[in-house]
């Protein structure tokens, strides 16, 4: 897994998608303590060239919640993004610190999922933020409204992101920087049965292609309603895609 060290043409992620088969592509900003690292407004400037390939995710500063809570506001309102995205291990703050709260209850009025990574991180940071229980398990209980999807499947932890997937109807698991060949068996299995409206596809790009994450999709013994949800009908539902 190659990071890449300067940024990549959007004609590039769109020929990865093509490569993919991936018609839709959610698009998130980067926020972090020292400052942002893609803006919500270059979001909106790749969505505006691509509008029937990309959907915008906005991420904003949970430091200033009111200020951040506006922002969050002017992207679903008034440029179409479709979820808010904050990354824990940025902050090294658990997702129930109290900073995050008025950015959920923002989601919940507005619609939105709160997207979020879980489980170890890959850079050198604390990975403790990213543990489903106690963290995200106090959220769901706080929030049942708000619908939440938990990115890179919480492994180490992914029993316990499963059980809270299992638990609460609004908690859902995108599977975004691993590839179908490293899903844990119990993963798997999940999306067989009960778990497969709970499980939707991604990618982690540029560090991980479409086409790569998807090698071995046949391998993972999925009927044609839990492949059709996995790939896509899990995410139109939870981030309100209609045709495009």
């Not at 990549?8 to 980067?30: K, N």
């Not at 067989?192 to 991980?208: A, E, S």
Request: charged residues 25%; negative net charge.
């Amino acid at each position: 897994m190659e990071v890449p060290t300067q940024e990549l043409p959007l004609e590039m992620t769109v020929a990865a998608m093509d490569a993919g088969g991936v018609d839709i592509g959610l698009i998130c900003a980067w926020y972090a303590p020292d400052g942002d690292l893609i803006t919500n407004e270059e979001v909106h400037a790749f969505v505006e060239r691509y509008p029937k390939r990309f959907i915008g995710i906005a991420s904003a500063n949970i430091a200033r919640p009111v200020t951040a809570v506006r922002e969050i506001r002017r992207c679903v309102r008034e440029l179409g993004f479709k979820g808010v995205r904050v990354i824990p291990w940025l902050w090294n703050l658990p997702p129930d610190d109290r900073r995050y709260y008025p950015i959920y209850a923002e989601c919940v009025e507005l619609g939105v999922p709160f997207c979020l990574q879980t489980g170890h991180t890959g850079p050198l940071r604390p990975s403790e933020p990213g543990r489903p229980i106690p963290y995200l398990d106090n959220v769901a209980l706080e929030f049942p409204e708000l619908k939440i999807v938990a990115g890179h499947i919480g492994y180490p932890w992914t029993a316990e992101m499963i059980s809270l997937a299992t638990k609460y109807e609004n908690v859902y698991i995108d599977t975004s920087a691993y590839t179908v060949r490293r899903f844990p068996r119990e993963l798997a299995d999940y999306m067989r049965g009960n778990g497969r409206k709970k499980v939707m596809f991604g990618t982690n790009y540029p560090m991980l292609t479409p086409q790569r994450c998807l090698e071995g999709l046949d391998d993972l013994g999925l009927d044609d309603e839990a492949k059709r949800m996995f790939l896509y009908e899990n995410a139109a539902r939870v981030f309100d895609i209609g045709e495009r």
